[in-house]
Antibody
Framework: QVQLVQSGAEVKKPGASVTVSCKAS????????IQWARQAPGQGPEWMGI???????TPAYKFRGRLTMTSDTSTTTVYMRLRDLTNEDTAVYYC????????????WGQGTQVNVSS | YELTQPPSVSVAPGQTATIPCGGD??????VHWYQQKSGQAPVLVVY????RPSGIPERFSGSNSDGSTATLTIARVEAGDEADYYC???????????FGGGTKMTVL
């Protein structure tokens, strides 16, 4: 079965960076993209960007210059790195599988809590 | 681009719940719907306006034909359907995915 397993919770100070990993299994890794979204408490998901299995990445406008997304086909793992963290970046971060940028998110990871606090 | 959902709906067990999602010319978009139970990741329940993923009960259905509002309908509501529901589209003009703010469905 399709599984996306994310790395564990993180606590960071303002100004730091965070990296979240997403290990994919149960499907042909090269056939699907991975999308990233985050969800602040009490709010809907917020799209962050998309990365293809070959490594091409498109961040949402809001995160350009601060977000890096990469893909490692040898380990079927995708990474999301967000720099220059502020308190407003406190959220649960999700990876999700999709066939394209304009497609549904058909399987989601379990989420990774990132807390930013001084 | 924004998607507007009512913050909450309440429905008695066995009744039908309708959750609207408003957006400019949403009828020209493909709308997807997710169910999110407390403390869990979202789960896709309807995609491309009205299709259901494998394993999702037929009680869940979608429509998107009136131009400005897409709707998720849950028939014969059960206690286990209590969750937050989110609509989602790809905004072609803006080149990004957009989610609604979510509707909390309470089963009375």
């Amino acid at each position: 079965q399709v599984q996306l397993v994310q790395s564990g919770a993180e606590v960071k100070k303002p100004g730091a960076s965070v990296t979240v990993s997403c290990k994919a299994s149960g499907y042909t890794f090269l056939s699907y993209n991975i999308q990233w979204a985050r969800q602040a408490p009490g709010q809907g998901p917020e799209w962050m960007g998309i990365v293809s299995p070959g490594g091409g990445a498109t961040p949402a406008y809001k995160f350009r210059g601060r977000l890096t997304m990469t893909s490692d086909t040898s380990t079927t793992t995708v990474y999301m790195r967000l720099r220059d963290l502020t308190n407003e970046d406190t959220a649960v971060y999700y990876c999700a599988r999709s066939s394209g940028a304009n497609s549904r998110f058909d399987h989601w990871g379990q989420g990774t809590q990132v807390n930013v606090s001084s | 681009y924004e998607l507007t959902q009512p913050p909450s709906v309440s429905v008695a067990p066995g009744q039908t719940a309708t959750i609207p999602c408003g957006g400019d010319n949403i009828g020209t978009q493909s709308v997807h719907w997710y169910q999110q139970k407390s403390g869990q990741a979202p789960v896709l329940v309807v995609y491309d306006d009205r299709a259901r993923p494998s394993g999702i009960p037929e009680r869940f259905s979608g429509s998107n034909s009136d131009g400005s509002t897409a709707t998720l309908t849950i028939a014969r509501v059960e206690a286990g359907d209590e969750a937050d529901y989110y609509c989602h589209v790809w905004d072609r003009s803006g080149g990004q995915s957009v989610f609604g703010g979510g509707t909390k469905m309470t089963v009375l």
